[in-house]
Structures are given as structure tokens and as C-alpha cells.
């Protein structure tokens, strides 16, 4: 055997090996929003039962804040082991790309997709002490009162700051941009009463819903979801094609070895398959997704594509 060929030889019996004895030690998990978040609750899931089928801790480490970009400017500068993961989702990973001139990050380039796990479905609501109850009402609110009414946000480039800026292009309105660093710190305020409305996961609103503390006015599906059936699209309500869906996957910081990227592919889809964990992801309101590792990144270059058109549409502009 030649030099080259066995030095090649030797790599792959290496990573083989790597890969079998992985992970040895805890794996870090960054989630990049707020405790109580629909990214926060998935990743604590995944966690859970990586752990169970893998044999080591994984561990998760919010890191909140600037629209999921520091959690996820942490995870590129990590050793690409193995041993940091980040929980990649539909603003950090789709959106940002669209509304920044620059990040500290390319999701493309400095990452390594492993899977997609659950979709995360957008849903418009209000403080239940609003007046409106349908979005017909809040238009017309919003038309005769420009920039006056506010909307919260989970953060500058997450989906729901872009849900609403689709709204509005759709709408024909303009409401006042109030971004928060989470779930918990923009609905404390909506329940407090001092922003008025906001979109974000049906995940993460149907709990305050079914309590009475939220009112939602749309969901922006095609249909109406399973989990709020009463409450009608936002396409059934005048606003035809109107969709917005969020995403929420694993990945590892680029050159993670191959054969650890294969081995946690392996992992999740067992997860994903597990009748016990299919129960409480639609528990929780989330959507299966299950896509193989190629699928997952060929579909988050389609979500970049997209999001940048709806940002250029609404001429949103995090810079």
C-alpha cells in the first residue's frame, strides 16, 4: 500500500473508531433563546433522549439574546468534537441571512446540519384584555392608527419578528417593531398589557391560549391546526397563501468528523421514530419534520431564499 493510501486508510480507521467510543464525556447543547422557549423545550426534549440512547449527559446551555446570534456566533467558534451542538432554527439559520449585512456567522458554511426535528407553526395573538377578536378588526385598528400599535417579538431576525413584517406587507399596515429577547419576557408583557399583540409558535402561546390569557386571531398555516381548531387561518380571513412556519433543528460547528454527524443522525431518527416521543412532541404542539441530513440542508438554503424575498418585500432591515 502507498503512503498516500494508507495514510487515508489510517484517517478512516481513526474516525471509525472516534465515532464508535462517542460521545465519552457530556455533550453542550446551545440553545440560543430564553428558558420556556419552543427552541428551548424541543432542545431539552432531544437532550433527554440523546442522553438515554448515547449514554453520556447532554447538557443545555441557553444563550440568549440579539436574534439567537451570539448562542450561535458560540457554537461556530467551538471545537468542531462533537461535543458542541446548537439547536438551529428558522431565525438564526433562515432569517438572519435575509435582514443582516453581516453576521458573525454563515449558517451554511460554518455549520454541519445532523436533523431536522419539529416544525413550529406561527399563530398571531393578542392580550385577552384587547379589543379585537379577529384580524379584520385589528387592520382596520392598525389603518386608522399608523405606527401607533406595537407588536413584540422574540428578537430582531426571529420568525416572528418576520411574521409580522409579512403581516404588514400583506395588510397594508404599519405597526411599531417592540423586540424582546424571548417567549417568556415578550408574553410577560402582552399579559401585562403593555404591547398589545405578537406572532409566535403555536407551541409556544397554546398554553396562555387554552387559559384564556391570550387571544389568538390566526394561525398562519394553510389549515387550521389540530391543536386550536377554532381559531381560523390566516388565508381563510382575506389574506390568501399567507404562511409562516418555523423550523427547529440540530447541528454541529463545520468539520465535525463525518462518522459523529452519522452517529447523532442516527440518534434523532430513533428519537423521532419512538411512538413516546412522537406523543409528547404533538403534546407539545410541534410538527414532525424527520428529514435526512442532505433534505435538512438543501431545505435550509431554500428558507434563507425565502425569507430574504419576504424581507425585501417589507423592506426589513435588522442593520
Keep these: 500500500m502507498s503512503a498516500p493510501a494508507f495514510a487515508a486508510a489510517l484517517v478512516l480507521f481513526c474516525a471509525g473508531a472516534f465515532a464508535q467510543t462517542y460521545p465519552e464525556r457530556p455533550v453542550k447543547v446551545i440553545v440560543p433563546f430564553t428558558p420556556g422557549s419552543a427552541t428551548d423545550i424541543l432542545g431539552r426534549l432531544a437532550s433527554e433522549q440523546l442522553a ?69 407553526p406561527q399563530a398571531i395573538v393578542v392580550g385577552a384584555q384587547q379589543p379585537w377578536r379577529t384580524l379584520a378588526e385589528l387592520v382596520a385598528a392598525a389603518k386608522a392608527r399608523p405606527g401607533e400599535i406595537a407588536y413584540a417579538s422574540l428578537g430582531v431576525g426571529t420568525t416572528s419578528h418576520l411574521t409580522m413584517e409579512a403581516f404588514q406587507n400583506a395588510a397594508g399596515i404599519k405597526l411599531n417593531h417592540v423586540p424582546f429577547k424571548g417567549t417568556s419576557d415578550a408574553q410577560a408583557q402582552i399579559l401585562g398589557g403593555n404591547v398589545p399583540m405578537m406572532s409566535d409558535t403555536i407551541s409556544g402561546v397554546l398554553a396562555q391560549v387554552k387559559g384564556g390569557k391570550l387571544r389568538a386571531l390566526g394561525v398562519a398555516i394553510p389549515q387550521r391546526s389540530r391543536h386550536l381548531p377554532e381559531v381560523p387561518t390566516v388565508a381563510e380571513q382575506g389574506f390568501a397563501g399567507f404562511e409562516s412556519v418555523g423550523w427547529i433543528g440540530l447541528c454541529a460547528p463545520a468539520k465535525t468528523p463525518a462518522a459523529v454527524l452519522e452517529r447523532l443522525d442516527a440518534a434523532t431518527r430513533t428519537m423521532l421514530a419512538d411512538p413516546s416521543v412522537k406523543e409528547r412532541l404533538d403534546a407539545l404542539a410541534f410538527e414532525p419534520a424527520g428529514q435526512s441530513r442532505g433534505a435538512f440542508a438543501a431545505f435550509m438554503k431554500a428558507e434563507i431564499a425565502k425569507w430574504t424575498q419576504v424581507a425585501r418585500a417589507a423592506g426589513a432591515k435588522a442593520d
Design 52 to 120: 438515554k440512547s448515547l449514554g453520556r449527559p447532554f447538557v443545555v446551555e441557553n444563550r440568549p439574546g440579539a436574534g439567537g446570534i451570539p448562542g450561535t456566533e458560540a457554537a461556530r467558534n467551538a471545537p468542531a468534537d462533537g461535543y458542541t451542538l446548537i439547536m438551529c432554527t428558522s431565525g438564526p439559520f433562515g432569517i438572519n441571512p435575509a435582514i443582516y449585512s453581516k453576521l458573525p456567522y454563515d449558517p451554511v458554511r460554518d455549520f454541519e446540519p445532523i436533523a431536522n426535528l419539529g416544525l413550529t
